[in-house]
């Protein structure tokens, strides 16, 4: 019998043991162990219910774009739990010169694909939108090199789009520096449209045809671009574990070091216990699995220690709806740096999702902290609460007293893709010894279902070595 050690139970590690069962169920000579220093399964997936409240402690959707999470739901029994963002409320605001401004129609990712709700839209300048017309004119990059997100969008649409657009919209989904962040881990089909159409907005328009064409050859899904599940996306971790009996789970577990070579490897929990192995998937953050490596595989330690994590909070915060004075008409708003705000974005939650919030009542979501205002993210429960309830009574005039407040501190929890990330990447997975495996976030994707993709393929990877399989 062949055995792997799972390091870390957050969804990639929990995508790989599912992978591992199913091919403990089709009689393969396997066997798997998922060890996590927690108490509970899910990592960075934490779903809290409160007096019929569904409240999420870290994400609350994913995209369905990607196909992973929706797979992984649908194999597990639960995707008919799926559910789509509401319909009637998809609007999207930018907090910007003390108001809250519709993004205006056609805009794909920041790129205009409507000519007509784009001019009329406030939220830009006459010459902001002069300088993202440009685009249409401007050469593209001749070197391949990876670049700031600010450096491309500065270069192809101008300060304005950068400020307004790609700073809250963007960077804001990786809790990111725009100065810092890759471009080309991050947003990778801006890069791949410039370097097929030139200009972004040509790129865009001919994108939206082949996908207006596709779609009316496909049958129609109800499938929004965000999903989530009914009872929150701890229903996932839960289902994981359900549906792989053959997968010893173990919490309380945290792992002290790693030891060993090829194909033998060992595992010292901080209890003193010991696992032997022939693969190990770590699926622990960055900066957890440098130390674990550092004696095996020193080099990709020392690469892995400079991938950066920022920490960020969420405040979730509800309201009767009885004389709420908001009509929370769509799906919430970012506000850019330069608004002098504590709040990065907000969700309208029991818009977005009616679900999660009991009939007569409202729920919002508010994200802070991030690389460009990380001390927020640090302060203290009550300082926090503070400042949500100023920010919302001065962008959304909220005076009502909350039925509860709900604070979670994300440490060190997102982690920073920068310029060059993909190499480093390339460099650490060039320098692992035979049996090890990374997942997780830290790699090619921050998203769920990224971290579900990258589980299931290191678990597929430690399946055809042990099994020798090609
Ligand atoms: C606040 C926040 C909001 C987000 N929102 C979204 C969203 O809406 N949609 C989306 O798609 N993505 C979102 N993300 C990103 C996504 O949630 C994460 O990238 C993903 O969940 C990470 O999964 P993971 O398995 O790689 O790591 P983790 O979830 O971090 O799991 C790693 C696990 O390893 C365990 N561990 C650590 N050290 C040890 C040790 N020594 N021994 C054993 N176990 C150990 C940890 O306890 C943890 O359970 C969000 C992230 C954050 C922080």
Avoid at 151 to 160: P, W, Y
Wanted: aromatic content about 8%; charged content about 20%; proline content about 5%.
């Amino acid at each position: 019998m062949k055995k792997i050690v799972i390091i870390g139970g957050g969804i990639a590690g929990l995508a790989a043991a599912y992978r591992i069962q199913r091919e403990i169920s089709e009689g393969s000579p396997l066997e798997c162990i998922l060890v996590e220093c927690g108490d509970r399964f899910g990592g960075k997936i934490a779903t809290e219910k409160l007096d019929g409240f569904v409240i999420e402690r870290g994400p609350d959707s994913f995209i369905s774009q990607k196909p992973a999470a929706i797979q992984l739901c649908q194999q597990l029994g639960i995707g008919d739990h799926l559910v789509a963002t509401n319909p009637e409320t998809p609007n999207t605001y930018v907090y910007t010169g003390g108001k809250l401004v519709t993004m205006p129609d056609g805009l794909s990712l920041m790129i205009p694909t409507k000519f007509l709700p784009f001019a009329l839209t406030p939220l830009f300048s006459f010459p902001g939108k002069i300088r993202m017309g440009l685009d249409l004119l401007i050469p593209r990059k001749v070197d391949t090199s990876d670049e700031s997100l600010a450096s491309f969008v500065r270069r192809r649409m101008g300060e304005e789009a950068l400020r307004k657009m790609a700073e809250p919209m963007l960077a804001g989904i990786y809790a990111s520096d725009p100065e810092t962040m890759s471009i080309g881990s991050t947003f990778p089909m801006f890069v791949e449209t410039e370097r097929k159409y030139r200009s972004l907005i040509l790129g865009m328009l001919a994108r939206k045809k082949n996908m207006l064409l596709s779609a009316s050859k496909r049958p129609k899904s109800n499938f929004s671009l965000f999903m989530t599940l009914k009872d929150g996306l701890g229903e996932m971790v839960d289902a994981v574990i359900k549906k792989s009996p053959d997968i010893q789970f173990q919490s309380g577990a945290g792992v002290k070091s790693i030891a060993g070579k090829e194909g033998d490897w060992s595992v010292q929990l901080d209890s003193g216990g010991e696992y032997k192995a022939q693969a190990l998937i770590l699926s622990t953050p960055a900066h957890i699995t440098a130390p674990l490596l550092q004696s095996v595989t020193p080099k990709a330690a020392k690469l892995l220690e400079q991938i950066k994590y920022v920490s960020t909070a969420t405040v979730t915060i509800a309201y009767k709806k009885t004389g709420f004075s908001h009509p929370l008409n769509g799906f919430g708003f970012v506000v850019p740096k330069c608004e002098g705000r504590s709040i990065l974005a907000c969700t309208w939650t029991s818009s977005k999702f009616p679900h999660r919030a009991p009939e007569g009542y409202v729920m919002l979501r508010c994200y802070l902290g991030g690389a460009l205002q990380e001390d927020v993210a640090e302060k203290d429960e009550q300082t926090m609460v503070n400042l949500v309830r100023q920010d919302l009574q001065e962008i959304m005039s909220i005076k009502e007293e909350p039925v509860f407040c709900k604070v979670f501190h994300n440490r060190k929890s997102n982690v920073q893709y920068q310029v060059n990330h993909s190499e480093r990447i390339d460099a650490i997975m060039h320098e692992l010894q035979e049996g090890l495996f990374l997942a997780g976030s830290a790699y090619r994707g921050i998203g769920i279902p990224d971290c579900i993709q990258s589980g299931t393929q290191s678990a597929e990877s430690a399946i055809n070595l042990l099994l020798g399989k090609s």
